[in-house]
Nanobody, 116 residues
Framework: QVQLVESGGGLVQPGGSLRLSCTASGFNVRDYVMYWYRQTAGKEREVITM????????NMNNAVKGRFTGSRDNAANAIYLEMNDLKPKDTAVYYC?????????WGQGTQVTVSS
């Protein structure tokens, strides 16, 4: 079964850090371009970062520049989002996405809440 499963979300204080994971099954993440997105209530989903097939990471969101970093582990068949210096405005549901053989595949999302 082709799927993506995110994990690692939770409640964190402002200034804290979290590492999100997105584990793939049914395909190899190294063969496709992968993305991290997030969505806050009442807003459209916004892209955060892109990881190319060559594992080149491109930040695509100025609001997280210098704080969030994407990565990939081929052995684990997973991608990650390292989030540092978290702010309340980073509170959102975070999703990973892949474009797999003509189909856009989303994970179920993981909630990140930044609050004191």
């Amino acid at each position: 079964q082709v799927q993506l499963v995110e994990s690692g979300g939770g409640l964190v204080q402002p200034g804290g850090s979290l590492r999100l994971s997105c584990t793939a099954s049914g395909f190899n993440v190294r063969d496709y371009v992968m993305y991290w997105y997030r969505q806050t209530a009442g807003k459209e989903r916004e892209v955060i970062t892109m990881i190319s097939k060559f594992a080149i990471v491109t930040n695509m969101n100025n609001a997280v520049k210098g704080r969030f970093t994407g990565s990939r582990d081929n052995a684990a068949n997973a991608i990650y989002l390292e989030m540092n210096d978290l702010k309340p405005k980073d509170t959102a549901v975070y999703y990973c996405r892949g474009h797999i053989s003509g189909t856009i595949l989303w994970g179920q999302g993981t909630q990140v809440t930044v609050s004191s």
